[in-house]
T-cell receptor, first 112, second 114 residues
Framework: GENVEQHPSTLSVQEGDSAVIKCTYS??????FPWYKQELGKRPQLIID?????GEKKDQRIAVTLNKTAKHFSLHITETQPEDSAVYFCAASILPGYALNFGKGTSLLVTP | DTEVTQTPKHLVMGMTNKKSLKCEQH?????MYWYKQKAKKPPELMFVYSYEKLSINESVPSRFSPECPNSSLLNLHLHALQPEDSALYLCASSQEGQGTGELFFGEGSRLTVL
């Protein structure tokens, strides 16, 4: 099955700095790569996703890039704010709406 | 309505008890999932139902028994659990292969096994 590796496991940045989280996947059949944010005590929620026919996608301060040849994708958060502090999970699946295999998560702390 | 509702929010049970977790969605999603999440770990897939049929069982012990009575409801029956089964159990739903692809998660049922 799909194996998703995620780095780093923890990331601390100052408010206003950028944060980058990287993931690699093993199954070349994967075509859908979402990112979920989970605040303490809350449910995971989708923040952005990308499909294999696209190399980059941006939504305000967050962006995701995908290199299908190298089987890696990254989350970029610019102008970080304290409310960005959370655990971020990357995931991969064959198609949108199918079962997700999650990476181990990155705990992001944004300090004022 | 983009809600996935899970009950109960908290459950404490002994190792000999039988209990059930319930999940409901009214988004017309035909795929429903049970995930298990331990502290500081990612959600771990347990079961997937597609069109009310079990399509994936990730080698989950038989003390966990899923049930999908209809397209809106998903249950997880618990029996003879072990203390290591204590975790947050997340239900999710999606439009399998269609739409945005987003998995909508419930708030979870936090289970403690004594």
């Amino acid at each position: 099955g799909e194996n998703v590796e995620q780095h780093p496991s923890t990331l601390s940045v100052q408010e206003g700095d950028s944060a980058v989280i990287k993931c690699t996947y093993s199954d070349s059949a994967s075509n859908y790569f979402p990112w979920y944010k989970q605040e303490l005590g809350k449910r995971p929620q989708l923040i952005i996703d990308i499909r294999s026919n696209v190399g980059e996608k941006k939504d305000q301060r967050i962006a995701v890039t995908l290199n299908k040849t190298a089987k890696h994708f990254s989350l970029h958060i610019t102008e970080t704010q304290p409310e960005d502090s959370a655990v971020y999970f990357c995931a991969a699946s064959i198609l949108p709406g199918y079962a997700l295999n999650f990476g181990k998560g990155t705990s992001l702390l944004v300090t004022p | 309505d983009t809600e996935v509702t899970q009950t109960p929010k908290h459950l404490v049970m002994g190792m000999t008890n039988k209990k059930s977790l319930k999940c409901e969605q009214h988004m017309g999603h035909r795929a429903m999932y049970w995930y298990k999440q331990k502290a500081k770990k990612p959600p771990e897939l347990m079961f997937v139902y597609s069109y009310e049929k079990l399509s994936i069982n990730e080698s989950v012990p038989s003390r966990f028994s899923p049930e999908c009575p209809n397209s809106s409801l998903l249950n997880l029956h618990l029996h003879a659990l072990q203390p290591e089964d204590s975790a947050l159990y997340l239900c999710a739903s999606s439009q399998e292969g269609q739409g945005t692809g987003e998995l909508f998660f419930g708030e979870g049922s936090r289970l403690t096994v004594l």
